[in-house]
């Protein structure tokens, strides 16, 4: 969806120039929700701007879509794109759904549409139309005014949204706050999103991808349990904190410490059969599909078929239903709570509820108290 190739600023003419970006590379795809981070003056606004074309490049190219940006006309572009940004603010002589429908209204969609839309958009957000349309910014709180900006920027319907620090100024609550309902936002309406911060809190809690920048320079890019498990270098470390690299239960994923592999069996197999194969493997317990699908049905036990060997035609009829099914980035601390009293194993799954691995209870439990522990030896 948008790619930055060797894209390169330079600041200033003949002896006095500063390098700002220096020869970056980015891919983002659709959907993605991207995060620059870094400490200040690294360059996260400039590339930001230049996305937009409100800084121009010095060298390099910025692919939207397939297609280059060097020639597009500037006013068309940045009507296509979203922006954002905490000091720019609204426009304090118009009133909140005036402010929305500036983009609508350059590309001349018709006012009733516009309205119904920019509606639409407000209650997304939880701001009621019928007090707040008719009024004007300052009569707004501040994460009230923070949320027409984004809405300001949904309302163009752009693909492609930036985002510059847009929640530094609040408190940290409705920053929260206003963190969950844009990332909420960003997944029902498939945007994609660059988004500069320098609060690593912020950039965990809502990025696909973190991009780490230093100097001009990206220094690590990736997701951020990826950057939290594998930090490319000391800079990384030292700029996520080491509190947070500790491995914790609140933030290591199940698939960290399951069982890969899980034997599954399928509901029709017969339970000789399953014994069989359950010797073989030295394993005590399978996880139970049933239907096209593979889905997750159940579990048993090699106990279980023992023990009712000969009465039981297939697995099905030996199954325990009651299995708790995670996904594999649940977090360690989150499985152990919702495990029930009578919860032998978790059955990890994917998207389609596919079982991709096994905890048992056991385990599960021995496993938090160990990334307890370590969390907090030091
Ligand atoms: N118009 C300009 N002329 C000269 N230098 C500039 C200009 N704009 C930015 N710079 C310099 O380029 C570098 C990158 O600036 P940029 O605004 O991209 O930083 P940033 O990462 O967004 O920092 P912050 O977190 O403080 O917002 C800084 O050293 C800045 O001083
Ligand atoms: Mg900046």
Redesign the pocket.
Known sequence: MLELKELTKV??SGDDT?V??DNINLTVEKGQFVVLI??????????LKMINHLVKKTSGDIIINGKSTSNLDVVELRRDIGYVIQSIGLFPHLNIANNVEIVPKLKKVPKEDRRKRTYELMDLVGLDPDIYAERYPAELSGGQQQRVGVLRALAAEPDLILMD?PFGALDPITRDQLQEEMKDLQQRLNKTIVF?T?DMDEALAMADVIVL?KD?HIVQAASPEEMLRNPANEFVREFIGEDRLAPQPDITPVSDIMVTNPMVVEAKDKPRDVLGRMKKSSTDIAVVTKGSGRRVYGYVTANRIQSQQGKASSVEELVTETVVTVRGNTTVRDAAASLASDTRILVVVDRQNRPVGLVTRAWLLQSLVELWDESSSD
């Open positions: 600041f200033g500063f700002a970006v870094g400490p200040s003056g690294c360059g996260k606004t400039t590339t620090e500069v320098h920048m001009g």
